[in-house]
Each structure stands twice: as C-alpha cells, then as structure tokens.
C-alpha cells in the first residue's frame, strides 16, 4: 500500500504543479498586461480629449447658436 500513495501523492504534486504554471501564471501575466495597455489607451484618450478640448475652445457653441441655412428643405404645399 505505501508505494500505491507515493505514487498517488506524485501525481497529485505533478497535477498541482501544471495547474500552476500552465494555467494560474499565464492569467495572471496577462490580465496584468491587459491592464497596463487599457490603463495606457485611458491615458492616451485623456490626452486627445484635452488637446480636442484646447484646440476648439468655443466653437461648438456658435455654431449651435447660428443654424445652416442648408439644414432645412424648401417645400410647396400641395392640396
């Protein structure tokens, strides 16, 4: 019987053992990479927005105020 155990107990210690490094550290070195890529779009999307917001400062609101005269359609009622 101890030799059924020892060998119970090694198959047991290998399984671990690949579980571990073929499963557990490759997520977790890739949720770790996938954070730092999302963390670095964030930055680079922050960075966009406030150049987008310095470059244009204004011009939104005039062109609210002040409607295209090509936005509307010219039409003859018909009876």
């Known amino acids: ?6 060998i119970f107990e090694l198959l047991v210690l ?10 557990i550290i490759p997520v977790y070195k890739t949720t770790s990479q996938v954070k730092q890529k ?6 680079k999307m922050n960075e966009h927005m406030q150049q987008q917001k310095n470059r244009q400062p204004d011009t939104g609101a005039e062109k609210a105020s002040r409607p295209n005269k090509e936005d509307y359609i010219e039409f003859e009622e018909v009876k």
């Open 1 to 6: 019987m101890g030799i059924i155990r020892v």
């Open 14 to 23: 290998y399984l671990v053992y690949k579980l571990i490094f073929d499963f």
């Open 38 to 43: 999302v963390g670095e779009m964030q930055n």
